[in-house]
Nanobody, 117 residues
């Protein structure tokens, strides 16, 4: 099982980034996918989630209207489009996969996003 994130980097406030996560080793379409933020010294926070076939999405209040999560089950990928980025969005962003009922859960290594002028 593997989750590999990419797309992070350094961006100025107000800029955009698109994160990608490619999955392998499990039935991707059967897993709810999530993006989390991890800041040193703070608890990991859920940013966005997308369900399996219905594709229902949910967002943290702090990113609503700015971030969009999507998935492509044909490519085993999940994305996070991040617009109007703020310095407080600076974090490592981790991809998470969880099976229905939570029996199985997998994590990626994360990709660093830094928002700074």
């Amino acid at each position: 099982v593997q989750l590999v994130e990419s797309g992070g980097g350094l961006v100025q406030p107000g800029g955009s980034l698109r994160l990608s996560c490619v999955a392998s080793g499990f039935t991707f379409s059967s897993y709810t996918m999530r993006w989390y933020q991890q800041v040193p010294g703070k608890e990991r926070e859920l940013v966005a989630s997308i369900t399996t076939t219905s594709g229902r999405t949910d967002y943290a209040d702090s990113v609503k209207g700015r971030f969009t999560i999507s998935r492509d089950n044909t490519k085993n990928m999940v994305f996070l489009q991040m617009n109007s980025l703020k310095p407080e969005d600076t974090a490592v962003y981790l991809c998470n996969a969880r099976s229905l009922g939570g029996l199985y859960e997998y994590w990626g290594q994360g990709t660093q996003v830094t928002v700074s002028s």
